[in-house]
């Protein structure tokens, strides 16, 4: 079955560590991907995207993520984290082969010590 | 901005109730979606919609029903509440077919069936 897989359930980083969390899909054909982030209490939010392009893709609060298209791979990447990235972090993958819906993993919560 | 709003953000209803959940978006987008969010199992799609009185059957239809008569509204409806399905529903809309733009989320209703 086609599928979104994100490999770290919790992470836990200290304020001033690398991020990097890992999104894996199982989609063949044209994809388009995203991240979203759901603060505590709070309603998700678009933290990046992809459809075309340059396979590494800004989006906001200094977050990137690059598309490996060989490995079927779109990781999130952030080089300083902070204590307000405290938060919990989806992939998701829409396919045209999939009439447009927006699949998503499991979600990964990341803790940021101060 | 887009906003996608739901009705309640926190109900409890008992077992065998029929309850509905509500949600509008005042953006004029097509395309809308409901989702159910649990804990390690990140987002699964429930049912959507493309367009007024149409809808389709996501990942996890059982036991859930829609209705989608004005272009702004899709309802979410389960016949007879059941303890499993106690979560976190989260209703999302997006103007482009095939949801390339992303989607943008109610803040989402947490039900307790009890």
Redesign the interface.
């Known amino acids: 079955a086609q599928s979104?897989s994100?490999h770290n359930?919790h992470v836990i980083l200290s304020e001033a560590a690398s991020l990097e969390l890992g999104c894996n899909y199982s989609y063949g054909g044209t994809v388009?991907l995203?991240w979203y982030v759901q603060y505590p209490g709070?309603?998700?939010?678009?933290l990046l995207?992809y459809?075309s392009g340059d396979p590494l893709v800004k989006g906001i609060k200094g977050f990137e993520a690059e598309f490996i298209k060989s490995k079927f791979s779109f990781n999130l990447r952030k080089p300083s984290v902070q204590w307000s990235d405290t938060a919990e972090y989806?992939c998701?993958v829409?396919s045209?082969n999939q009439?447009?819906?927006?699949?998503?993993?499991?979600?990964t919560e990341l803790s940021v010590k101060p | 901005d887009v906003k996608v709003t739901q009705s309640s953000r926190y109900l409890v209803k008992r077992t065998g109730e029929k309850v509905f959940l509500e949600c509008v978006q005042d953006m004029d987008h097509e395309n809308m979606f409901w989702y159910r969010q649990d804990p390690g199992l990140g987002l699964r799609l429930i049912y959507f919609s493309y367009d007024v009185k149409m809808k389709e059957k996501g990942d996890i239809p059982e036991g859930y029903s829609v209705s989608r008569e004005k272009k702004e509204r899709f309802s979410l409806i389960l016949e007879s509440a059941s303890t499993n399905q106690t979560s976190m529903y989260l209703c999302a809309s997006s103007q482009v077919p095939q949801g390339n733009y992303g989607y943008t989320f109610g803040s989402g209703t947490r039900l307790t069936v009890v």
């Open positions: 979104v994100q359930h388009n995203f709070q309603h998700l939010q678009l995207k459809f989806f998701a829409n045209y009439g447009g819906k927006l699949i998503f993993g499991q979600g």
